[in-house]
């Protein structure tokens, strides 16, 4: 299973916008130009973030988005289920009715498979939060950077 560009763009561009918040929105341009990723691809993925309330929008001339809420309360989960859909390896181990999707389900000796696998994809990436990528992308950044020599 794979995650697809508005995925993996689209948490990058979140933890970006976490990073880079301050009194003012963030732009997208600013984003776009940090992640290397197309302005107008962005605004397809931050309008769906929009629409399910993660991200609000703020219009003129200061404008760009903000978060809603608190990054340690966003999950991972929450932004991969809006722009890829259901977090899943099959259709089957979706959801309590997705059984009505496969005429094999009560039988199926893979079934199991792909519930475990559908579980543990879940669980990491429901308890991996905006908070966390952040702390995780300032930690990368410090290891990173040049030392700094004082005369």
Known sequence: MRTSTKGRYGVRAMVDLVRHQGPEPVRLRDIAERQGISDHYLEQLFSS????GLVRSVRGTKGG?????????VTVGDI??????????????EDEDSL??????DVCATRLLWKRLHDAIASVVDSTTLADLVEEA?????????PMYYI
């Open 49 to 52: 973030l929009r629409k399910a």
């Open 100 to 105: 009505t999707h496969c005429d094999r389900g």
């Open 138 to 146: 300032s930690r990368l950044e410090q290891k990173t950077a040049p």
């Open 65 to 73: 988005y903000e978060l809603v809420g608190d990054p340690s309360e």
């Open 80 to 93: 991969l289920r809006v722009l890829e859909g259901p977090i899943g390896p099959v259709e089957c181990v």
